[in-house]
C-alpha cells in the first residue's frame, strides 16, 4: 500500500492518495533535509586531528633525518612544522571568530 503525508507531516497508509496528502517525493521536495553544521567543538577536534596526523608525519620524517645525520632534511622539516604550526593558529582563529560572529548574529 502506498504512503502518504498528511499537511501535517504524518505519514500514513492509503489505497489512493487523498486531497491536500503529499507522496513520498512531493513531501522530500517540499521539505529538503536541513544540511549539517558541525559545531565550533566538532570542528576545533576535527582541525585538532588533522594537525596531530601531519605532525607525527613531520617528527618521523625529522626522526629519520636526525638518524642519517641529514642536517639539511631537519632544518627542511623545522621549516614545514614552524608553517604547520602557524596553518594551525591561523584556522583555529577561524573557528573561534567564526563562533563569536555565530553567536553574536543570534
Known amino acids: 500500500m502506498p504512503k502518504?503525508?498528511?499537511?501535517?507531516g504524518n505519514i500514513e497508509v492509503w489505497d489512493s492518495k487523498?486531497?491536500?496528502y503529499y507522496t513520498e517525493e512531493e513531501w522530500a521536495e517540499l521539505h529538503p533535509?536541513?544540511?549539517y553544521v558541525p559545531t565550533?567543538?566538532?570542528k576545533l577536534a576535527a582541525l585538532d586531528a588533522d594537525y596531530m596526523a601531519q605532525k607525527s608525519e613531520l617528527v618521523e620524517q625529522y626522526t629519520d633525518a636526525q638518524m642519517h645525520n641529514d642536517s639539511d632534511m631537519m632544518a627542511e622539516l623545522v621549516n614545514?612544522?614552524?608553517a604547520l604550526d602557524a596553518w594551525?593558529?591561523?584556522e583555529y582563529t577561524k573557528i573561534i571568530e567564526e563562533?563569536?560572529?555565530e553567536t553574536e548574529a543570534e
Do not use: Q, R
Open 4 to 8: 502518504y503525508y498528511s499537511p501535517t
Open 18 to 20: 487523498p486531497d491536500g
Open 33 to 35: 533535509p536541513v544540511p
Open 40 to 42: 565550533k567543538e566538532e
Open 80 to 82: 614545514e612544522m614552524n
Open 88 to 90: 594551525y593558529d591561523e
Open 99 to 101: 563562533s563569536v560572529n
